[in-house]
C-alpha cells in the first residue's frame, strides 16, 4: 500500500510503501491498513504536524452509508472498514474512505491530466479496469457502484472468455494489462513478465503480441466511443500499467476513436500524469476538502 503525509496545498511531506498481506487473509489485510495509519499518525505528530483528516482509498465496492467495503482481492466481505479506522485513530478526527480509482480520478483532476475539465473520465488499465468519470464537473460514484466499465462486454461469441466477476467477454478479460500477459501466455505457451514484456516483444515484432495487443486495442476503442456518446468527455485520461507503452497505445486509440465518431465531440486522449501515486495523493485532496467543508480556513497539516 502507498501512503504518506500530504499538505492542505498538495504537498507530499513523506511518502513510503508498505506490503499488503493478502496471503494472510482479509483481517491481517486490515490489521496492516490500521497500523499504517496509526504509525503514520505517529509521525506527523513527531515532526510537528497535526494531522487534521484521514484519507484512505481501497479497490472494491463501498458501501458509503455503512463504511463497509467488499473487495475480492482484499478478502474483504462487508468489512467495517470506516469503524475499525475510527476507532484506531480515535473520533476526534475526520476519516474519509473512498475507491482507489475515483480518488485517482480526482487527483488526476486537482493536479494531473484532468485539470480544467468538467467532463472527463480516467481510466487506468492495470491488474482490472475501473474509471473514475467526471460528469458535469463531479466525480460520479452511484453510491459506490459506478465506473465499473472494466466489467461491460465488448467481446461476443466465442471469443469472450469468462471473468472474475461472472460474466462474460468483459473488457477487462482482453484489455487489462493482466489480460495481455495471460492471453500472450495461452495463445504461445510462454509465460512473460506482464504486460510489459508483451509491449517488449510488440516493438520486436512478435506477431503474437501484436494479435493480443489489436484485439485489446479493438475493445478498448469500443469502450471509449461508447463512453464519448453516452457522456461526452472533452479529455480522456488513460492510466495504469499499460499506458507505460506511451503513443504505442495512445496513437491507435485516438485515432480508432476519430474514426467511429460522426456527430460526438472528440475527446483528447492523453495519458494520466500522476502514475502510482494518484490514489494516495486523491486520497489527501478528499480529505483535505471534508476538513475545508467542515471548517474553513486553516492550513495546517
Ligand atoms: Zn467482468
Redesign the pocket.
Known amino acids: 500500500m502507498k501512503c504518506g503525509l500530504v499538505a492542505a496545498d498538495g504537498a507530499v511531506l513523506h511518502r513510503e510503501t508498505r506490503p499488503t498481506p493478502r496471503e494472510a487473509g482479509g483481517r491481517a489485510v486490515l490489521s496492516a491498513l490500521l497500523e499504517t495509519v496509526v504509525e503514520l499518525a505517529q509521525k506527523a505528530a513527531a515532526d510537528g504536524h497535526r494531522v487534521r483528516a484521514v484519507g484512505v482509498v481501497v479497490p472494491g465496492i463501498i458501501n458509503a452509508e455503512r463504511g463497509t467495503v467488499s473487495a475480492e482481492n482484499l478478502a474483504w466481505s462487508d468489512t467495517p472498514v470506516l469503524a475499525e479506522l475510527q476507532a484506531a485513530i480515535g473520533l476526534d478526527q475526520q476519516v474519509l474512505l473512498a475507491h482507489d480509482v475515483r480518488a485517482g480520478g480526482y487527483a488526476e483532476l486537482r493536479q494531473g491530466a484532468l485539470t480544467g475539465t468538467t467532463n472527463s473520465l480516467f481510466l487506468p488499465l492495470g491488474t482490472g479496469i475501473a474509471a473514475a468519470m467526471v460528469v458535469d464537473g463531479k466525480l460520479v460514484s452511484g453510491d459506490g457502484y459506478a465506473g465499473e466499465l472494466?466489467?461491460t462486454r465488448f467481446v461476443h461469441g466465442s471469443a469472450a472468455e469468462q471473468?472474475?466477476?461472472g460474466?462474460w467477454g468483459?473488457l477487462?478479460?482482453i484489455a487489462s494489462a493482466a489480460a495481455l500477459a495471460r492471453r500472450y501466455a495461452v495463445r504461445t505457451g510462454r509465460v512473460v513478465d506482464g504486460a510489459r514484456e508483451v509491449i517488449e516483444l510488440l516493438a520486436q515484432g512478435d506477431a503474437d503480441a501484436a494479435v493480443v495487443w489489436r484485439e485489446a486495442l479493438a475493445a478498448l476503442t469500443d469502450a471509449l466511443v461508447m463512453y464519448t456518446t453516452l457522456v461526452a468527455p472533452t479529455r480522456i485520461a488513460i492510466g495504469g500499467g499499460l499506458v507505460g507503452a506511451g503513443e504505442t497505445l495512445l496513437a491507435p486509440l485516438r485515432e480508432g476513436v476519430h474514426a467511429r465518431l460522426t456527430f460526438q465531440r472528440e475527446p483528447e486522449i492523453v495519458a494520466a500524469e500522476l502514475g502510482e501515486e494518484a490514489g494516495m495523493l486523491g486520497a489527501a485532496w478528499m480529505a483535505w476538502d471534508r476538513v475545508a467543508a467542515d471548517e474553513s480556513g486553516e492550513e495546517t497539516v
Do not use: K, S
Open positions: 472494466g466489467h471473468c472474475a466477476c460474466q468483459c477487462e478479460t
